[in-house]
């Protein structure tokens, strides 16, 4: 067996691989001064994403563990031969942390005070009007998965009333489109955590976020495709809505002349909600384990559709 | 009934109170130009914190509805007429409210994304492996009182390991010296939220704080004078612990020149901890509930000790 390793991993977490990995023989992307795609193409086990072009291309390769929950890049492959899987569930607490991190920063005013604090600038008593209460929100969560029922368990100790939208999960309460807007209407938070497809780009459009209450926030750790980035600057500069928290954007890096960066009560958490100190390591473990039932043929976890 | 208000309200607040007060005199200490003692030394009922020196000066006074939890200045009064309520409760939600969001930024980064977006710096995964999740943190909180409960309820929904140090409640883990010092060198994260007294002053001192893990971080929510503020600077300018959250410092406004406003990992939320936008009105409608009682002899809600 030939292990093509794609993602990038320091000394110690390819110290930690080789050591559980048995016989098999690991080629590391990172090591290649030249021609990556040639050392893939002998390969049969790639851990980590690469182009889709190298799937469909490769007449090795057997499986591929993606280093993401996302696999939209892989959709509706010609190369029906190759078994894909991705690390479903593997963000879900570290994502649904700093989703309820900037929720609570734009309420408590804790982004307003990282500011003050380089400013050396006591303003106290005077923000106190300002400030919100998480407690006994109404909270729309669109999309039924991991990060929205960790999500869930989260909110609901501040007392928060929590329900979902989600097209095809009868543990949602939301399916329609018309009750999808009704929702959004009503929610005092709104977050967004779906998987990309056609039907989820751009399904925050500006005629729902029209619909926000005045004093609403709105949420995004699913994919940045899914909110018109246009509509949501004007929103937010025309204080229209209270605020946004956005751990992804159409495009990352967000360009230095996109309007987000000028935005008020923004938070912009660049693409961190999944990181934490072990979170390579971690993934390292999850495509060792699926490694057992690759090697003795056995259904592997979380094979994409 | 003659009733002097010396809490600051807007016109609103003030319009709801004389709605519901009945036919008392209201003094508003705000409209009075000159000598508001001499007001005050006339009523029988005070709303508002005043000067411990009119309290004991008084003849008139009967009831004193404080505009705080805390009643400090209020302690050992030779002028024994005189009850005395406080806000007992009242600011738990918002507080812990805050506590967990500074918590939440620190471990989030979300502090220091506040400061990249001014800049329009995108660091992106780079930040990922300085992150940290609150999931399964063993929580130290100094004080079982509403605040440390309501943070129990909000911590556990994290997975959260929550103990209580208290010298005389029952229900605390840890309740002497030395048992609180083993509890600080066990702590992932440590929250202050004690009352002010002879024996709370410096209880985090150079000895306890050098007790902490490097990655600990510490919370105070409750009096300044809980800590060490000299001694937790130069712990935190030395990052020999992770991080602290300070919503209450000896001296408020802070000093411009105190090294707090210099320190790495620290979060200033200015003694906000409490606010909210109905806090105001919240505490006219919880003196006018107290003004039942009073009225009618019967015993009057959370008189202090």
Not at 31 to 38: F, G, M
Request: glycine residues 6%; aromatic residues 8%; hydrophobic residues 40%.
């Amino acid at each position: 067996m030939k292990i093509f390793c794609a993602i990038k991993l320091n000394s110690n977490e390819k110290e930690f691989l080789l050591k559980n990995i048995g016989n098999s023989e690991v080629i590391f992307q990172d090591e290649l001064a030249i021609d990556p795609q040639k050392y893939f193409s002998n390969c049969n086990v790639c851990f980590g994403n690469i182009p889709r072009k190298w799937v469909e291309e490769s007449t090795q390769l057997n499986w591929l563990q993606l280093e993401s929950v996302g696999y939209d890049p892989y959709m509706d492959l010609t190369n029906r031969k190759v078994k894909i899987s991705n690390l479903k569930g593997f963000f879900s607490i570290p994502v649904a942390e700093s989703a309820v991190s900037g929720i609570l920063s734009l309420m408590r005013g804790m982004n307003e005070l990282a500011l003050l604090k380089v400013k050396k600038e006591w303003v106290g008593a005077a923000m106190r009007p300002s400030l919100r209460m998480l407690e006994g929100s109404n909270v729309l969560i669109l999309g039924a998965g991991a990060i929205g029922y960790q999500l869930k368990k989260l909110l609901s100790a501040f007392n928060c009333v929590v329900s979902f939208y989600a097209k095809f999960n009868t543990e949602a309460q939301y399916f329609s489109s018309e009750e999808l807007s009704k929702a959004i209407s009503e929610a005092d938070v709104i977050i967004g955590c779906l998987p990309e497809s056609l039907e989820t780009i751009h399904l925050i459009n500006e005629e729902r976020l029209s619909l926000m209450k005045p004093t609403a926030i709105v949420v995004n750790v699913g994919r940045g495709s899914l909110i018109d980035d246009a509509a949501l600057a004007q929103k937010l500069i025309d204080c229209s809505i209270a605020g946004a928290v956005l751990d992804v954007t159409p495009k990352e890096p967000l360009p230095e002349d996109h309007p987000f960066w000028n935005c008020p009560n923004t938070i912009l958490s660049q693409h961190t909600g999944g990181g934490y100190e072990e979170e390579v390591l971690d993934k390292v473990k999850v495509f060792l384990k699926n490694l057992q039932p690759y090697i003795n043929n056995e259904p592997l976890n979380n094979l994409i559709p």
